[in-house]
């Protein structure tokens, strides 16, 4: 048997999981360094995203090396990692970039609740993490569960609408959907929310969400300051019951449209703290 079986053989039998899968990770979006924090393999990361946020630490622990739509792909060479891990077809051209330079890259494409929560069982795996990566899956999987049915004691549901952009108006991503629909609330636009890609979530008409009258209005406009005032001004949208009854809301980019951990806490979390003030207002 030659010493590399040996070795393998080995590492198989050993309870330690720190040499299983890439040693040093450059992460081009912020879930997969947050995923990787819970999970205790921080050492592995060599290089994040410039819009890292969580765990605020990141910031001060890890070179910054690229943005949403581009990288610094000399910096991400001279890091010499094993893996690169990246989102949706959006990072396509990053991903060619390094393939070409012999750089292992995995690119994932999450857009649902089930496919955030497959992805981070994938990623736990390639970091010899999966026992611990199911305990976390499973605290989140109950707690989502959990504020599914208590939004079950709602007197009514409300009609939501969540905009992701403000000009034109893009309404929400599928796991952003699913998640107010968990929270206690109906998605004004439900229709769009299967299209992956924003420009097939615009609405061209504003008018057309004044008809169908969400009670709440939540905006996490990409990274930009959510304005309601700016919202309750729009012509014509005097009649919105949102903005009559003044439940205008922002939610962070950072805690929602990053399709990772932060969505399936503290994103879910605070959307059904609105709708639950919502309801007790018009008990």
Known sequence: MTDTANDWRTLAASKDTSAYGPQRIVCLTEEPTEWLYMLGEERRIVGISGYTVRPPRARNEKPKVSAYLSAKIDKIVDLKPDCVIGFSDLQADIAAQLIRHGIQV?????????????????????????????????????????????????????RVFFEEWHDPHISCIAWVSELVGIAGGD?????????????????????????????????????????????????????????????????????????????????????????????????
């Open 106 to 158: 995995t690119i994932f494409n999450q857009r649902s609740v089930a496919e955030i929560f497959s992805m981070m069982y994938q990623l736990a795996a390639m970091v010899g993490q999966v026992e611990r990566g199911m305990v976390l899956i499973g605290q989140m999987q109950q707690r989502l569960r959990d504020i599914k049915q208590a939004a079950r004691s709602l007197k009514r549901r409300p």
């Open 187 to 283: 998605d004004c636009f439900p229709e769009l929310a299967k299209e992956p890609m924003g420009k097939g979530r615009i609405i061209a008409d504003g008018l057309e969400i004044v008809q169908r009258a969400p009670d709440i209005i939540f905006g996490s406009w990409c990274g930009k300051k959510f304005r309601p005032e700016l919202v309750a001004a729009r012509p014509g949208w005097e009649s919105v019951p949102a903005i009559q009854n003044h439940q205008l809301f922002e939610i962070k980019s950072s805690e929602i449209l990053q399709p990772g951990p932060a969505a399936l806490t503290d994103g879910v979390e605070k959307l059904h703290r609105f709708i639950l003030d919502w309801d007790a207002a018009h008990a």
